[in-house]
Nanobody, 124 residues
Framework: QVQLVESGGGLVQTGGSLRLSCAAS????????MAWFRQAPGKEREFVAG????????LYGDSVKGRFTISRDNGKNTVYLQMNNLRPEDTAVYYC?????????????????WGQGTQVTVSS
């Protein structure tokens, strides 16, 4: 069992930055692929970024490539999402997800555990 708690969301102006954190419980964190998804009102949940169990490779959604960076610290049981050059269309609830496997996937159906989400709002 893995419990995920996101933090770091908030209100930021266009062009600004935020860093989201996701703290995981459980001793097996290092064996999970991790990912960030987001969901805006009236829209489907969208893949943002994923990272392999050991941090050796990352996967990004097309809309955030070059602006967002996912990383993890297995010693701290934490995954991060650094978001730069934020745009109003990045406004959404951001969710952390864990997959019992080594590699991340873009489809939310592949993930076993989810956090409660943190709101990110980008003003124009």
């Amino acid at each position: 069992q893995v419990q995920l708690v996101e933090s770091g969301g908030g209100l930021v102006q266009t062009g600004g930055s935020l860093r989201l954190s996701c703290a995981a419980s459980g001793r097996t964190f290092a064996s999970y692929a991790m990912a960030w998804f987001r969901q805006a009102p009236g829209k489907e949940r969208e893949f943002v970024a994923g990272i392999r169990w050991n941090g050796s490779s990352q996967l990004y959604g097309d809309s955030v490539k070059g602006r967002f960076t996912i990383s993890r610290d297995n010693g701290k049981n934490t995954v991060y999402l650094q978001m730069n050059n934020l745009r109003p269309e990045d406004t959404a609830v951001y969710y952390c997800a864990a997959r019992d496997g080594y590699s991340p996937y873009a489809s939310p159906e592949n993930y076993d555990y989810w956090g409660q989400g943190t709101q990110v709002t980008v003003s124009s």
